[in-house]
């Protein structure tokens, strides 16, 4: 179930000072609601810009579906956001640059093309994002992830069998 992943995760945030300092000044929050409709090119607004901080990832529902919407810089990206390992949440992962770590056994995914670092033939379905007054929007599906499931696991346990 990843408890160990989650454990250390947990352990991790309470040993770790905060280096993030006190809240800079900002401008006035964006309360605005999200537009409930799709636009006329099909995207449906899932976050407000200022909803997500550069380095940042969330699950969102589009549908039926749940995504994980990444921030990088000034730009956003969009995944399934089931892990092809165990269908863990990514949305709930680390970031580190343009990749997140599955929150439950370390697995890697590239989220600018859904490549899967830690083994590269399990991929993550993505769709097309975009900034649009305020919001960001997430449109079609622009590739299939893949449906294998199962596997080792990338955080130190060896769930493969040796022979005795």
Known sequence: MGIRS???????????????????????????????????????????????VDGQGRTVAVGSAAIAVFRSGEAFFAVDDACTHEDAPLGEGKVHGTTVTCPYHDWVFDFRDGRCITYPDRYVGCFTTKVHDGFVWVGARTSEGSTERGGDHADGLNTSKRPS
Not at 22 to 49: C, E, H, I, M, N
């Open 6 to 52: 989650f454990i250390k995760r947990k352990v991790n945030q309470r040993l770790t000072p905060s280096d993030a300092g006190p809240a800079p000044q900002s401008k006035v929050a964006d309360t605005r609601s999200l537009p409930r409709a799709p636009d006329s090119q099909g995207f449906s607004a899932v976050l407000r810009v200022d909803d997500l």
